[in-house]
């Protein structure tokens, strides 16, 4: 499955407070069920679904660096949107995700992705790392 035959499970989020409004994107990376490891950027000003995109992009961005022979890998996520959109499943027709949706799929050209929706409550840990980006 990976470069070493271990399960690679990247979990992601993205928080906007107004949205859109003062926005975080929030990943994790689990090899397992252990954090490889964690991430999460500010991204000023942005709408939810903008974070959303930002926290799978920050993320594969990671992977695909620290793990460049990497052949497949599990995405979970809160938003439909997101991985309908990125698996392929629905268009993309809002003008703002189009350039988002475009860099996911550069960063996963190659991979094999198994696309997760997941309830929010399950995705404790990618949604911290997306609220605790944005400053007070």
């Known amino acids: 499955m990976t470069e070493n035959d271990e399960e690679m499970t990247l979990w992601f989020d993205g928080a ?6 003062k ?3 929030g990943w994790v990376l689990k090899k397992g ?3 490889e490891k964690r991430g999460g950027r500010y991204l000023g000003i942005a709408t939810n679904n903008e974070a959303e995109y930002a926290g799978l992009t920050e993320g594969l961005k990671y992977v695909r660096k620290r793990y460049p ?3 497949s890998i599990h995405v979970r996520g809160d938003s439909m949107l997101v991985l309908n959109q990125a698996s392929g499943k629905w268009k993309c027709q809002a003008n703002n995700l189009k350039p988002c949706l475009k ?3 550069s960063l ?5 992705v198994d696309w997760m929706y997941v309830p929010r ?3 404790r840990e990618a949604d911290a790392c997306a609220n605790e980006a944005i400053p007070p």
């Open 16 to 21: 906007s407070k107004s949205n859109p409004g």
């Open 23 to 25: 926005a975080g994107a």
């Open 33 to 35: 069920d252990v954090i």
């Open 69 to 71: 022979k990497l052949r």
């Open 103 to 105: 860099r996911v799929h």
């Open 108 to 112: 996963i050209e190659g991979l094999t």
């Open 121 to 123: 409550k399950h995705n």
